[in-house]
Structures are given as C-alpha cells and as structure tokens.
C-alpha cells in the first residue's frame, strides 16, 4: 500500500471527484483504476495502493439509472410538446440514447464512488458490543 495517505485530506473534493471520473488512482492520480470497462484492476501499477477497500455495489447504477432517467424523460416530454413528432422518431431517439448514455456514465460514476469511498475511509458496516 502507499506511503503516507494523511495529505490526501487536504485535497479539494473537485480534485477526488475528477480522479474517479478520469478512472485514476485515488491515492497518486496518476495509475489507471479499472482493467477493462467497469473491472477494477487490483491495485495501481504507479503507488501499488491495493483496490480491494473498493466496494461500489450497484451504487453507480442506481445513480446512472436516476440520472439518465431524468435526462432522457424531461428531453422526450420537451420534444414532444414543443415539436410534436411521430411515436417511431421519439423511439428512435430516445431508445438509442437511453442505451447509449447509461453506458458511457457508468463507468465515470463508478470511479467516482471509489474515489469518495477511499478519500472518506469508508468501509462495511460493522456490529459493536457496547453498553
């Protein structure tokens, strides 16, 4: 793992924010954080920082599915008030955009819940005894 992580807290968060969506290294900035498409590599090959703290689960699909969904309905709805066009164009339209835009977000919100998740420390819930 890397050397000293403490002066990562001072970073602004515009800084960790455009590291996940680059897919950079949390830690350095400068290793690649995925393998292939959505496939965390184990660690950088630059600081050698190991990815396993990274757990994103279905996060990013839950916000890509919310904001592509918001985008592509408010479009649709606007064109189809303003410009009335036929069922096949808003088919057309929206059906090739609402495969294409999820897939090129993904993989941006992905890398940037990693990047949150390592500059917060975050990691599973854990039950305490306690009195």
């Known amino acids: 793992m890397c050397a000293d992580q403490s002066h990562k807290a001072n970073e602004p968060l515009s800084s960790t924010i455009w ?7 949390p830690f350095c900035h400068r290793g690649k954080l995925f393998n292939g498409y959505l496939a ?15 757990d994103s689960g279905d996060g990013p699909a839950i916000f ?3 904001f592509a969904g918001f ?9 189809e008030i303003a410009y009335q066009p036929p069922y096949w164009v808003h088919a ?3 059906g090739a955009l609402a495969l294409a835009l999820p897939l090129l977000l993904l993989r941006s919100f992905k890398g940037v819940l990693v990047a949150l998740q390592y500059r917060h420390k975050a990691e599973q819930g854990k039950l305490t005894s306690g009195s």
């Open 40 to 54: 965390l590599a184990p660690s950088c090959q630059v600081c050698g920082l190991d990815y396993a703290f990274a």
């Open 64 to 66: 890509v599915m919310l």
């Open 71 to 79: 985008i592509i309905v408010g479009a649709a709805l606007f064109v």
């Open 19 to 25: 590291t996940g969506i680059v897919g950079r290294c």
């Open 92 to 94: 057309i339209i929206w």
